[in-house]
């Protein structure tokens, strides 16, 4: 009677999921969705130590001592979610909330053809004024300048009659500030709730209990494609685990 060949073939999806440490400690019921990862790899690596005998003559290897054990993990992230961008380039993040601000003061030496930047995006309601004592002139748009208010920049155009400094007051929508390189993680809790569609999508789920993640050399900001970015880790021992698989 034959043998019957059970094969069982993969091919992966799913969604990854982080929790920073904090404190030593990690939150996993608190892990967060990154998005979509089109690539997600693991690497082992086993470093040895070869011994040489020295009495045959030909110096030939009579053990293999085993050094380390590691687990390595690269994966490519395409969601620019301000706190991926965090993760990625161990940056701060900071939520400056919508407001407004009132009589910001421009350079005293501003000139025809200098562009101010009013220090915060997404602008609107602006007013210009000049610094007349009794009273202020307000500046004309398209006359006296040309603002871009996505960048909250104010191109200089005309200040005849006009006394410098200027002021401005607007409104502000709120925005997401990154400080890139500023942050050390202690670690992260990385969890991969993947489905082998070869198989008729059977759940895999690969968890690496605490993860050094590597900041990313890279970051395309002017492309033709949708932009992604790599990141690249190791697997810490935890608990007694580095990376367990449950399929």
Known sequence: MATQEIKEYFSGQGR??????????????????IGNVPSLELETELETDEHLESHTGTRSADRVREKSRKVKFK??????????????????????????VADLTSADDLAVGDSWQLGKIKVSDV????????????????????????????????????????KASFKHDSADVLGLMLEKAEGYYLVFEGLNTA????????????????????????????????????????DGNMVTVTK
Not at 16 to 33: E, I, N, Q, T
């Open 16 to 33: 990854v999921k982080l929790a920073p440490y904090f404190g030593g400690v990690v939150k996993k019921h608190k892990a967060r969705w």
């Open 199 to 238: 198989e008729s999508d059977k759940p895999v789920l690969v968890e690496i209990h605490k993860a050094a993640i590597s900041p990313a050399k890279t970051l395309a900001l002017i492309n033709t494609d949708l932009a992604s970015f790599d990141l690249e880790g190791t697997a810490l021992m935890s």
């Open 127 to 166: 007013v210009l004024t000049d610094s007349t004592a009794s009273s202020p002139k307000t500046l004309q748009a398209g006359v006296n300048y040309r603002i871009d208010e996505r960048f909250g920049m104010v191109d200089v155009l005309d200040l005849s009659g006009l006394k410098l400094p200027l």
């Open 75 to 100: 994966m490519t992230l395409e969601d620019f979610a301000s706190a991926n961008l965090a993760i990625a380039f161990q940056a701060s993040l900071t939520n400056v909330p919508k407001g407004n």
